[in-house]
T-cell receptor, first 111, second 116 residues
């Protein structure tokens, strides 16, 4: 079956670094996305990995290991506005493209 | 470019009533998705359209939910009759093609439905 696991909640301090992990078991893997979602708002795109390795984009980086079914999102120099849910989503192809979302990790940044 | 437009932003109805949500995707985006997101959970795909044809509606509760995409552009999602467990955020998203490619896809601002 298709399954994506993320921690439910994490807490970190302003200015620190936090790593949010995501493990997946899917068929027809075709890429992994990270989205940020503030409470009551729609998800917004953060990053995309389709090949193994690290993708860096400013304060945010995302890593993928396809052989291990594992990804992480790394947030550096945390700011209060980074308090949000972070959704891991896997794109799969089984005749048609489909996105499967994890339940999200709620990150609280403390002053 | 204009984003994905959704309306209404909020809706409160009583159980057993009906409700409809509207979505206008980004111009030129062939693929349109409706997601249901219950508080504290990730989005769950309800239905996926490619132009005006249904690609995947395997998780759509067809006894009460229906959706259509007129002329491959706007889409409406209807619930009739609503149940308490339908309380959720309903998200519409669109992409250039089914791949979503590098940018994933763009979500609308969502409709927050409360069934009382």
């Amino acid at each position: 079956g298709q399954n994506i696991d993320q921690p439910t909640e994490m807490t970190a301090t302003e200015g620190a670094i936090v790593q949010i992990n995501c493990t997946y078991q899917t068929s027809g893997f075709n890429g992994l996305f990270w989205y940020q979602q503030h409470a009551g708002e729609a998800p917004t795109f953060l990053s995309y990995n389709v090949l193994d390795g690290l993708e860096e984009k400013g304060r945010f980086s995302s890593f993928l290991s396809r052989s291990k079914g594992y990804s992480y999102l790394l947030l550096k120099e945390l700011q209060m506005k980074d308090s949000a849910s972070y959704l891991c989503a896997v794109k799969t192809t089984s005749g048609t493209y489909k996105y499967i979302f994890g339940t999200g990790t709620r990150l609280k940044v403390l002053a | 470019e204009a984003g994905v437009a959704q309306s209404p932003r909020y809706k409160i109805i009583e159980k057993r009533q009906s409700v409809a949500f509207w979505c206008n995707p980004i111009s030129g985006h062939a693929t349109l998705y409706w997601y249901q997101q219950i508080l504290g959970q990730g989005p769950k795909l309800l239905i996926q359209f490619q132009n005006n044809g249904v690609v995947d509606d395997s998780q759509l509760p067809k006894d009460r939910f229906s959706a259509e995409r007129l002329k491959g552009v706007d889409s409406t999602l209807k619930i009739q009759p609503a149940k308490l467990e339908d309380s959720a955020m309903y998200l519409c998203a669109s992409s250039l093609d089914g791949a979503g490619t590098y940018y994933g896809y763009t979500f609308g601002s969502g409709t927050r439905l409360t069934v009382v």
